[in-house]
C-alpha cells in the first residue's frame, strides 16, 4: 500500500457500529467477562486504550516499523529511554540536538551517572572518536533543531553495529513521508507528534517506533504504562485524525519551501 493509503487506513478498525471514523474511547477502565477475563484486550486505560493502539499501528506501519509506543509528548519519549539506561551509560547526542534533550539528560536525570558526549553528527569521524565500550545509546536527530543538519543514517548504523549502542533517530522534522530511518538500519524512530504528523497545533505527543525488539525499547513500554507517560485517549484521536492528510500537507510543505529556497 501507498503512503497515502496507510495514512488514512493503517491501524484503524471498523467497530461494531460500523463507524468509518473511529470513536474516542474516554473509559477509563473496561468490563470483565463473566468469568473474570478481559477477552477484548482492555483493562485500564493507563495500561492500554483502543485509541492509543490505533495511533500506535498506524504508526508503526508508517515507518515500517514492527511496533510502536506513544506517549504524552515528544520529551516523554526522552524521559522514558534515559531512565530505561543503567549507571554509568553513556550517550552520543547531536550537538545542536533540541535544546530539551539537554534539560532531560542535565536538569532532570542530573544526578544519575550518565554521561553525554554531543559531537556534530555530519562528521563521521569524530561520532566514531565518541563512541565508548558503555556507550548504549547513539541518538541522532535529523534534519536537526535548529541548524537543520543532515546526517547520513546509514553511515551512523554501521558505525553502531558491532557495538552495544542502540541508534534512536529523530524524525521529527522529516516525518516518515519524507525519511524512513528504519530502512537505514537504524533501531529505533522517535517523534515529537506534536508538529508535522499531528499538524494541527492542537494536541502535544510523541512516538517510538522500532524496527525490532530490544531491551530499551521493553523498557520504555514499561516506563509509558507503568511511569503512566501515556497520552489521553482524545489526543491520540486528534494525532490520528491529522495523520491522515499528512502525505499531502507534507508535499505542500515542500513545494512551498523550493519556492521560497528558489526566491532567495
Ligand atoms: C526535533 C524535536 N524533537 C523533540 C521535541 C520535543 O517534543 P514535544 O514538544 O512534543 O515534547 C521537539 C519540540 O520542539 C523537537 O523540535
Known amino acids: 500500500m501507498h503512503l497515502e493509503t496507510l495514512a488514512v487506513h493503517a491501524g484503524r478498525r471498523i467497530e461494531a457500529t460500523g463507524d468509518v471514523t473511529p470513536a474516542i474511547h474516554l473509559s477509563s477502565t473496561f468490563e470483565r467477562d463473566a468469568d473474570g477475563q478481559y477477552s477484548r484486550g482492555f483493562s485500564y486505560s493507563r495500561e492500554g486504550n483502543p485509541n492509543r493502539q490505533m495511533l500506535e499501528e498506524c504508526l508503526a506501519q508508517l515507518e515500517g516499523g514492527s511496533q510502536a509506543l506513544v506517549f504524552a509528548s515528544g520529551l516523554a519519549v526522552v524521559t522514558a529511554v534515559v531512565q530505561s539506561l543503567e549507571p554509568g551509560d553513556h550517550i552520543v547526542a547531536p550537538d545542536d540536538v533540541y535544546y530539551c534533550l539537554r534539560k532531560v ?10 554521561s553525554v558526549t554531543y559531537v556534530d553528527m555530519t562528521d563521521l569521524d569524530a561520532v566514531q572518536a565518541a563512541m565508548r565500550p558503555e556507550t548504549r545509546v547513539l541518538w541522532l536527530e535529523t534534519p536537526s533543531n535548529p541548524l537543520l543538519k543532515v546526517t547520513d543514517l546509514a553511515a ?38 506534536t508538529k508535522y504528523l499531528n499538524g494541527h497545533s492542537d494536541c502535544i505527543g510523541g512516538a517510538l517506533i522500532a524496527r525490532h525488539d530490544s531491551y530499551l525499547f521493553e523498557r520504555c513500554r514499561t516506563a509509558q504504562i507503568h511511569g503512566g507517560l501515556v497520552p489521553s485517549a482524545f489526543d491520540c484521536w486528534l494525532t490520528l485524525r491529522g495523520i491522515a492528510t499528512l502525505p499531502w500537507r507534507m508535499r505542500a510543505h515542500g513545494e512551498h519551501a523550493l519556492r521560497v529556497a528558489r526566491f532567495l
Not at 105 to 114: A, D, I, N, R, V
Not at 158 to 167: E, H, K, L
Open 105 to 114: 539528560t542535565g536538569k532532570l536525570f542530573g544526578k544519575w551517572p550518565l
Open 156 to 193: 551512523i548504523a554501521a558505525i553502531a553495529r558491532g557495538t552495544n549502542a542502540i541508534t534512536i533517530c529523530d524524525g521529527t522534522f522529516a516525518t516518515p513521508v519524507c525519511q524512513r530511518p528504519l530502512e537505514y538500519g537504524i533501531d529505533l524512530v522517535t517523534h515529537s507528534t
